[in-house]
């Protein structure tokens, strides 16, 4: 064989051969088992229903995938962050708070960026002193429990509602009261009255449960200091999984949609589902009210982002500004509310 025919043979062999690899590779190429987090209330009811039900399997089936998946538990968004940013976790699920926190962060390297919106919910500061009728009334005598301090959406609609209070340059006057405690402890600390625990800027339904107690009364209203409604939870993910599990993705936020299709056909449904599946104080009925809300919306889409970003970067939180709500999600996700 003359020998430029054996060098053409033997290079067309390779260009075979790594074509295969590669093909192989691509297939092979989306994760087999998928980490997601979520934390604790009724505000992740999406997820309870996505996981009990088994969408996310469902979706990626449709896919071609064959997909495990793991669900962890958290009780603040730095714990998730921490978690993602060590490749420990591949969706976090959280408050917008958080999710801004590791977005301004990762610019430049893990580029994290929103999956899709959750919910929009109002979140209440529930508090059991009777001195205490707004914000200005507290002292270095009570204590406030929220999930993480400084970062969580509560900690920063705090700060926010403090600057407005007090004044420019004093959002931080309350963080000093603040302790960093998941909703169900702060909640029986609160109104267990043996803890320095005052209040409690929680979620629902936690804060719908606390104002059953007759010490209890509401001090602030989130959607009051934002103005209107605004996305409480969303799913957020590294640039690096996203890019490498298109399928996946796509088998997620399709799992989210019929779960939150399902929350607003059939709240009786849902709402047995997610006590059974939280081990919730809460009856039937008292669940089916919080999902049924008014000022509750369940959708994917978010929903007034761009005044937390804005008050972040004003407080120095997060240097990394935005003009569009699209610049902090992957593409595909929804980009305007539904009313």
């Known amino acids: 064989?003359?020998?430029?025919?054996?060098?053409?043979?033997?290079?067309?062999?390779?260009l075979v051969s790594a074509?295969?690899?590669?093909?192989?590779?691509?297939?092979?190429?989306?994760?087999s088992m998928v980490r997601l987090a979520k934390q604790f209330g009724i505000s992740y009811l999406p997820l309870t229903?996505?996981?009990?039900?088994?969408?996310?399997?469902?979706?990626?089936?449709?896919?071609?995938?064959?997909?495990?998946?793991?669900?962890?538990?958290?009780?603040?968004?730095?714990?998730?962050?921490?978690?993602?940013?060590?490749?420990?976790?591949?969706?976090?699920?959280?408050?917008?708070g958080p999710m801004l926190t590791i977005w301004g962060r990762t610019r430049g390297n893990l580029q994290v960026k929103g999956v899709a919106a959750l919910n929009a919910m109002p979140l209440w500061l529930v508090s059991v002193n009777p001195a205490v009728k707004s914000i200005k009334d507290f002292t270095e005598k009570d204590k406030i429990a929220l999930p993480t301090v400084k970062s969580s959406i509560q900690a920063i609609t705090l700060q926010m509602a403090a600057e407005k209070a007090f004044g420019p340059g004093q959002q931080g006057k309350l963080d000093p009261l603040t302790v960093s405690m998941g909703h169900p402890d702060a909640q029986t600390a609160m109104l267990g009255g043996r803890s320095e625990i005052t209040a409690h800027f929680g979620s629902p339904p936690f804060q719908e449960m606390e104002l059953k107690d007759s010490r209890a009364r509401k001090v602030l209203d989130s959607y009051d200091v934002l103005g209107g409604p605004h996305t409480f939870n969303l799913v957020w993910a590294s640039n690096r999984f996203v890019t490498a599990n298109p399928k996946i993705v796509a088998a997620f936020r399709g799992a989210l949609d019929e779960?939150?299709?399902?929350?607003?056909a059939e709240p009786a449904k849902v709402a047995a589902l997610w006590i059974k599946a939280e081990n919730a104080r809460l009856t039937e009925a008292?669940?089916?009210?919080?999902?049924r809300a008014p000022q509750t919306q369940w959708t994917s889409a978010p929903l007034n982002m761009l005044a937390y970003l804005d008050y972040m970067n004003r407080a120095?939180?997060?240097?990394?500004?935005?003009?569009?709500?699209g610049e902090l999600f992957f593409p595909g996700a929804a980009a305007k509310a539904e009313r």
């Open 259 to 264: 779960s939150l299709a399902l929350i607003k």
């Open 1 to 14: 064989m003359a020998l430029g025919r054996l060098i053409r043979l033997c290079g067309a062999a390779a």
């Open 49 to 96: 229903v996505m996981e009990e039900e088994k969408l996310l399997e469902k979706h990626a089936r449709q896919q071609g995938l064959e997909l495990k998946t793991e669900w962890l538990r958290f009780t603040g968004g730095s714990g998730m962050n921490e978690a993602l940013l060590s490749g420990n976790l591949d969706f976090a699920a959280g408050g917008v």
């Open 286 to 291: 008292e669940a089916i009210e919080i999902i």
């Open 19 to 31: 074509t295969l690899l590669t093909a192989s590779g691509a297939a092979q190429a989306e994760a």
């Open 316 to 325: 120095g939180l997060v240097p990394a500004k935005a003009t569009d709500q």
